[in-house]
């Protein structure tokens, strides 16, 4: 058992490693979209800017999630490591423990008791405040994309771009001249 913890460490610090890096990679997709929506919306074209703002909110999103993924796993790595290191401290204390019986006699149990039971508190308070932030953190995840967001970003980039978005982008039948 005590090589499949550490190949286990392993695969979860490899794994948090290959989300951080498809986060990069959603981040820079993410900036892409908004080159793109850019152009579209300096060539005045509404409908394309639309669906290149929605693209560049999922490719957001997707990086988000893949951040809190890999936060949580990282956490997950953080636990197995301390295993890691308890199962070592253990082994290490077992051949102590010989030794230490003389010494033992003369220290007061109940002092050794009572540390050893407050540690015990506060690693289980850890886990629990732990088990909250994954709780919250999974519920605030967002599955569409609304509409504001879409508006708001084209607004954003229009005026980055130095263009005037209009209350509603003119559509092609608008921009061509009408004969009456």
């Known amino acids: 058992m005590s090589g499949g913890l550490e190949k286990s460490l392993f695969n979860l610090k490899f794994t948090a490693k290959q989300l951080s890096r498809q986060a990069a990679k959603a981040g820079k997709d993410e900036a892409t979209e908004k080159n793109k929506l850019k152009k579209a919306i300096q060539q005045n074209h509404p409908d394309i800017a639309k669906i290149y703002a929605q693209n560049a909110i999922r490719k957001q999103n997707e990086k988000l999630n893949l951040l809190r993924l890999g ?5 997950v790595a953080s636990r197995v490591q301390t295993a ?4 070592q401290v253990t082994g290490s204390m077992a051949g102590v423990v010989k030794g230490m019986e003389g010494a033992m006699r003369a220290m007061d149990l109940e002092k050794i008791s009572a540390v050893m039971d407050k540690f015990e508190t506060q690693f289980e308070d850890l886990d629990v405040a732990t088990g ?4 919250a953190t999974s519920s605030a995840t967002a599955v569409g994309t609304p509409q504001d967001d879409v508006d708001r970003l084209m607004h954003l980039v229009a005026d980055e771009a ?5 209350a509603e982008m003119r559509t092609p039948e608008q921009a061509a001249p009408t004969k009456n």
């Open 71 to 75: 936060s949580r796993i990282d956490a």
């Open 84 to 87: 890691v290191t308890m199962r």
């Open 132 to 135: 909250y932030y994954e709780n």
């Open 162 to 166: 130095g263009v005037e978005l209009q």
